[in-house]
Structures are given as C-alpha cells and as structure tokens.
C-alpha cells in the first residue's frame, strides 16, 4: 500500500511538472511574441502590358494618388498633350486636375491623354482633396515605439501627443523601430515597420486615423525560395507605395548580411509575395528611400561597410526605367558624417531631405530642387522643432480631412 501510494504521488508530481512545463513555454511564447504565425510568402503573379514609349513614359509620370490642383504634364518630345476625364467627378482646368464639389474624399478616376491622333486611358488614379501638410513617423532610442509629428512647410515642427508612445507592439518582438506610412489605395493608410535587429519579418497595422490602429500582424519579408537563398535574418528600415501600373503594393527593405535591397509584392498588405533583389551596389546599403519626380525614380541610401568612421554616409542613385532599374550611384556622399534613416518631403517648387546624424545624436536636413544635379544645401539651422531624439523618420502627405480626424485627439489648434 506505500509503495501505491509512493507511486501515485511520483506520477501525480510528473503530470504537474509536465503541466506546468508547458504552462511555463505558453507564457515564454507569449512574452516573447509568436513570430512563427507571421504571414508567410507566396507566390504573387505581376504582369505589365507591352505598350508603346508614349503610353509608358505618361503611365509611369502618373501618380497613384494626385491632390487637387495638381498641374499635368502638356508636353512630351514637342507633342502637345490634351487631357481628359474618361471617368470620375473631376474635371481639367488649364491644365490642372480638380475635383467637382460632390466627389467623393477618395474619388478614382480614369485620365484620358490626346497626342495627335492617339488616345491613351490611365485607371487606378485616386484624386485626393488639397494638400495640407505631413504627418511624421518616428521612433526614439529610449522608447521604440511609435511617435507623431508634423509639419505645413517642412522647416517649422509641432509634436504630438507630448512626445509619447502612440502605438506599441503587442506580437513579435515588441520593438518598433523605422515606423512608415503607405496609402491604401481606397482611403485609409498602412502602417510599416521594422521589429527589431535579427527577424524576417515586418510589423504591419491598418487605420483610417493615426489614433486607432488595428489587424497588427507580421509579413515575413526575408525568405528563401527557389529562385533566391536568403538569409532570412533581417528586415530592417521597410518602407513601399502603391503601384497603380500593376495594381500591387511594392514593400522594399534592407538587409546587410544578404549584402543589399529587396522588395517585395502584396495584394493587400495581407500577403506577401517572395522576395526579388531590389538593387546591388556590390556592398552593403540599408535604410533605402525612394523619391519618385514625375517620370524618374531616385533613391537615397546608407553605405554600411566598415569602418563606419569611413563609410557610413548617405549616397544617391539613379533609375533610368522605373523603380527596379536602379543601376546608376553617385558615390559623393551627401551627408559629411555618420548618418542614416533619411526621409524626403516634396514642397512641389523644392525638396526637403531629413537624416539622423546617429553618432551625434542630432536630426538634420537638406534642401534640393533638382535631385540629379547633386544640389543638396544644409539648412539644419533653419528648422525649428522642439522635439528630441528623432530617429529614422518617415513623412507623408495628407490632406485638410485627414488632419482633422487626428486632430482633437491629439490637442491640434
């Protein structure tokens, strides 16, 4: 009867050490993030028409999401251009795209272009209201969470919310860095960033109002697949844009140890696609954004060999085609100290480039009119902005209502 009893008691102590095992690897799961229920990749067919020069170069300096008031191009190779509306509630004045006063906020329309005797059409154009100011997105190094801010000119910032968290992590890692914006092509935004040092995966949310974000989810961005071995170690700095020409999300991002810039294909930010080489400057680069003005694709990034003190400077690049055809760099760095994370806000007569000169623990800014003629002109001085420790911003454009619907929340005047 001991010995039952003696037995019984060993089995029970197992079955509660088993159980509380397990107990014990639910709760290291779900501190530490499931990053294994990322959405994984998956093969997303894009295919692009065979058109002539002139449908390419028009479809290609179109914009996927145009402001109101925007002035179309009238010329191409000594061809007048006469535009029309093919369909939606807007109509062309002198030359400039504006909305009929009973548009919709997010009103898509399709743009006609008459050269001679050709008639091209152009859909998957979203006509936004007038440009307001921009919304800024950014991370510090003691909070790596997201933060707000924004501007009307570029050079004057106001914070928001004090400065404090708006937006934690509740999977993966928890650690928000790079945070950027992207258009949903049908009115409201999604939210990208970086989870961290060594992970595949991107962090992604929906909103409709920078106050409300929800469906956080993981993309696994890094992956091998039978056409590319990758390390399947970072994701650093995502950023991306709507492609109206293929009806495609394009993610792009950065990873030293695969030594260059990937991007990536989605439907709905709810997939993604595998991985494609982005760009090879035959040593390492992160932190890549791309400037698009009209026609032509540029791009600015980070040199990451080592020695830092040597290299890790910003440097420009060129596309003659779109924005996979980037082949041409300017090695004369930009920046004359460590720096990263550089974003650009476009001011439409001239172009504001902000970076983080990391090692001095200071945020600064460059302006250019023409990106290809090597312009850049410190003017650091003239920003004003109380906030501190800015790291790896991102901006986007945004329009009177789409303020408004973040602005009593966040105590704008």
């Not at 993966?172 to 060594?198: C, M």
């Not at 982005?278 to 003005?293: A, E």
């Not at 041409?328 to 504001?352: A, L, V, W």
């Not at 983080?356 to 250019?368: I, P, S």
């Amino acid at each position: 009867m001991v010995l039952y009893f003696f037995c019984l008691s060993c089995y029970n102590m197992a079955v509660i050490g088993d159980m509380m095992i397990k107990i014990l690897l639910i709760l290291i799961l779900l501190l530490t993030g499931c990053t294994q229920d990322s959405i994984q990749p998956t093969e997303i067919s894009v295919e692009k028409k065979e058109v002539d020069s002139t449908y390419q170069y028009l479809d290609q300096y179109l914009d996927s999401f145009i402001f109101n008031g925007t002035q179309l191009t009238t010329r191409y190779e000594d061809k007048d251009i006469t535009w029309e509306i093919a369909d939606g509630k807007a109509t062309i004045i002198d030359g400039k795209l504006l909305k009929q006063e009973d548009a919709a906020e997010y009103e898509h329309i399709i743009l006609k272009a008459l050269i001679d005797d050709q008639q091209y059409e152009f859909a998957n154009i979203c006509l936004l209201d007038d440009l307001h100011g921009y919304l800024i997105t950014y991370f510090s190094n003691d909070d790596e969470s997201l933060k707000l801010a924004y501007t009307y000119d570029g050079l004057l910032w106001f914070e928001l919310n004090d400065q404090q968290s708006v937006l934690k992590p509740t999977i993966g890692t928890r650690s928000l860095r790079d945070p950027s914006v992207i258009r949903n092509k049908n009115g409201g935004f999604y939210l990208l960033a970086t989870q961290g040092y060594d992970t595949d995966s991107i962090y992604v949310w929906d909103t409709q109002d920078f106050v409300e974000f929800t469906n956080e989810r993981l993309l696994q961005v890094n992956a091998s697949s039978s056409d590319l071995s990758m390390s399947e170690e970072q994701a650093w700095a995502p950023e991306g844009f709507y492609d109206r020409i293929i009806d495609k999300y394009v993610i792009y991002w950065s990873s030293p140890t695969d030594n260059g810039m990937y991007y990536n294909y989605s439907n709905d930010l709810n997939d993604i696609s595998y991985p494609k080489l982005l760009l090879d400057t035959g040593f390492p680069v992160i932190d890549g954004t791309i400037y698009k003005d009209g026609y032509e694709y540029n791009i600015v990034l980070k040199d990451e060999r080592e020695p830092m003190e040597e290299y890790s400077r910003l440097f420009v690049g060129y596309s003659d085609t779109d924005y996979l055809g980037f082949d041409k760099f300017n090695m004369d760095y930009i920046t004359g100290h460590q720096s990263e994370g550089p974003f650009i806000i476009d001011r439409g007569y001239s172009c504001i480039l902000y970076y983080d000169d990391y090692t001095r623990m200071q945020f600064k800014a460059l302006w250019f009119q023409n990106f290809r003629e090597h312009d850049f002109a410190d003017i650091s001085h003239e920003m004003v902005s109380s906030i501190t420790n800015v790291k790896h911003g991102s901006a986007i454009a945004l329009t009177y209502k789409e303020f408004e619907r973040f602005s009593d929340i966040y105590e704008i005047d």
